[in-house]
DNA sequence: AGATTGACTGCAT
DNA sequence: CATGCAGCCAATC
């Protein structure tokens, strides 16, 4: 008998739901599950193992852009993936979450 | 067990 | 418009 899901598998199951060309903010994800707030979602993708079956690079800022992270090449390999559903960014590196952000 | 950290966001200056 | 700060709370040491 598994026991209560923690926030991190919470977090994923919301992920999850994310469609392909389609992004959500950390923020629209801590509504989306009710509890916790922008930052632990955060916490809770920096904690996703490698070659995680969630698609966490469909999660940016509010601004439609990559967050500052302990890791560059990770972001980088965010906007590739974003890159190769057909999502386009901007000059200033961000994405338009008029068009592109999910809406549950 | 308690203290520190951090892939955020909104408001103030 | 740019920069700073406070609040949020699970995960980690």
Redesign the pocket.
């Known amino acids: 008998m598994p026991s209560q899901p923690?926030?991190?598998q919470k977090v994923e199951l919301v992920v999850s739901q994310i469609p392909a060309g389609k992004v959500m903010?950390?923020?629209q994800i801590a509504q989306c599950i009710g509890?916790?707030?922008?930052?632990?979602?955060?916490?809770?993708?920096?904690?996703?193992p490698t070659g995680s079956s969630i698609p966490?690079h469909r999660v940016v800022?509010?601004?439609g852009g990559i967050?500052?992270?302990?890791n560059p090449q990770?972001?980088l390999e965010?906007i590739q993936r974003l890159l190769g559903e057909g999502l386009q960014f901007n000059r200033n590196q961000e994405l338009d979450l008029n068009s592109y952000r999910f809406k549950p």
């Open positions: 923690t926030f991190l903010t950390y923020g509890e916790g707030t922008a930052r632990l979602v955060g916490m809770a993708l920096s904690s996703l966490w800022n509010v601004k967050s500052p992270r302990a990770s972001s965010q």
